[in-house]
């Protein structure tokens, strides 16, 4: 480790290349975890961000049960429900004026029976601060990978651009955690294969006051669909709008567009009139995409870089940190001994594509659910078969256990597990398929019903 480079505020007094065992690029979901469990493995690790902090408002909020009874595994989760959280015990909908629960997360095989709603950047804060209690962990914010150096073939580090200028970071193994607009992904030239995704989400607040719901809700109507995120004094609101309609919406003037966010959710009232700028309204672009090949000798893509998701199921941060446990899992002994081949890089792929593909395969279903309710001006009329099915005995669990809890979860290794987990996956797996069913059926009775 060059003596140059300080834990804290550190700085580069050389041009010298810095040297770590394992250079994690992003410090999103994936990276950050997946620096915290190398570190806590012993593996020298340094994480690089190209942001300066990770107050950002687009990230997702949603930490689901798994992603709980991980830190619970970590010896972490009674000091992280410590920090400000809203308990998602259910998720509901309303398909036209028809209400519904979708989902009730009381009999997840987990210790904590709720996903917990916390701004993104404390979830990250709080990885940072408990990862930076290892020797071998580094967190370089304002650090811009910009491409990937070779050595014989093999990856061999990354360049960086930081304030203070260029520098190279050299490393046994690089790991792309840099999300869905990934450089790493793009600098190793993979093959990325992409789902055409008919949605984009406009992003924005609205304050919340009593009466309103508490939980989770969707409401699709009126040819939109409006989620509402419980964030204490505020909703955080995706609005849901066909893809490349933004323009248009734009034209049609801001009146329009709070009278339009009233027609889902009339109790907001007088409150959709705070939004009378467009700057507070942004155009998240969503993607469903998947690298045919993550890894590379020398380099591996996880979470988002190597499969972006969309925020259908508010799934996509968990399935991220599942795969830097899984990845943790097989690179930690290794890494220290420093004999990480191609195949071991590639097992990490073959351990987690097929949760990744059932997943996203739901998701482009659901997307196919909603282009159909787009194209119905409204009111939208809920379709029978959607208020049978929610009717079943057991459908709400069951929807609370995919989403909650998610197919093939990982786990900390070593760590002591709750009883009755496994068998409970065997379930998950049977569970996905009658999901991907039922979305089926729904999305062809929006069809008959448009
Ligand atoms: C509109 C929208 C809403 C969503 N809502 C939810 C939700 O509620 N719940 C949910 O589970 N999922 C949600 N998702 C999906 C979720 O955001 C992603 O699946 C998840 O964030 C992936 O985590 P990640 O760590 O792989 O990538 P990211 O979260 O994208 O993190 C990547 C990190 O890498 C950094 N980075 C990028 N490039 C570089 C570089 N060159 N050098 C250094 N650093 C770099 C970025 O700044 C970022 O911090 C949503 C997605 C969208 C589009």
């Known amino acids: 480790m060059p003596a140059a480079c300080l834990r804290e505020n550190f700085t580069y007094m050389t041009s010298e290349p810095f040297k770590t065992m394992c250079c994690v690029v992003g410090g999103g979901p994936a990276g950050m975890m997946l620096g915290y469990l190398l570190a806590r493995g012993g593996v020298d690790v340094t994480v690089i961000e190209k942001h300066e902090d990770f107050f950002r408002d687009f990230r997702g909020d949603t930490v689901h049960p798994s992603t709980l009874e991980l830190l619970y595994e970590l010896g972490l989760l009674e000091d992280f429900l410590k920090l400000p959280h809203q308990e998602l015990t259910s998720v509901g909908g309303v398909v036209g004026h028809f209400a519904f629960q979708a989902a009730n997360f009381n009999h997840v095989p987990a210790h904590c029976k709720f996903v917990a709603l916390m701004p993104q950047w404390d979830f990250l804060s709080f990885l940072s601060e408990r990862a930076k209690k290892f020797r071998s962990f580094r967190l370089r914010m304002q650090h811009e990978a910009t491409g990937l150096i070779y050595d014989d073939g093999r990856v061999a580090g990354v360049d960086v651009r930081t304030p203070q200028g260029s520098v190279q970071i050299l490393s046994d193994v690089v790991i792309g955690c ?259 069913a039922a979305a089926f059926v729904l999305s062809a009775s929006c069809r008959r019903a448009n």
Request: some cysteine.
């Open 178 to 436: 840099d999300g869905r607009h990934s450089t790493t992904r793009r600098a190793a030239e993979f093959e990325v294969r992409e789902f055409g995704v008919p949605i984009d989400v406009l992003w924005f607040r609205i304050g919340r006051s009593t009466g309103d719901p508490e939980q989770l809700l969707g409401n699709i109507n009126y040819g939109k669909a409006l989620i509402l995120v419980n964030r204490g004094d505020y909703f955080q609101a995706g609005l849901i709008i066909p893809k490349g309609s933004f323009e248009e919406i734009k034209r049609k003037g801001l009146q329009a567009f709070q009278a339009g966010i009233l027609q889902n959710a009339p109790y907001l009232g007088d409150r959709v009139q705070a939004l009378d700028d467009w700057d507070q309204i942004k155009l998240l672009s969503v993607q469903i995409n998947r690298l045919r090949q993550w890894s590379r000798p020398g380099l591996l893509c996880i979470g988002d870089a190597a499969h972006a998701m969309s925020p259908a199921g508010g799934v996509g941060i968990n399935l991220a940190i599942q795969d830097a446990v899984a990845t943790a899992n097989l690179l930690v002994g290794p890494l220290r001994e420093g004999r990480v081949s191609e195949a071991l890089l590639a097992e990490v792929q073959r351990r987690r594509e097929f949760p990744t593909r059932v997943t996203q395969a739901i998701q482009v279903n659901a997307h196919k659910g909603l282009k159909q309710a787009f194209g119905n001006p409204g009111p939208l009329k809920a379709p029978w078969q959607l208020k049978v099915a929610v009717r079943v005995p057991g459908v709400q669990r069951l929807v609370a256990r995919v989403v909650g809890i998610g197919i093939r979860p990982e786990h900390i290794q070593g760590a002591s597990r709750r009883p009755g987990f496994d068998k409970f996956c065997v379930k998950v797996i049977a569970a996905c398929a009658g999901i991907a």
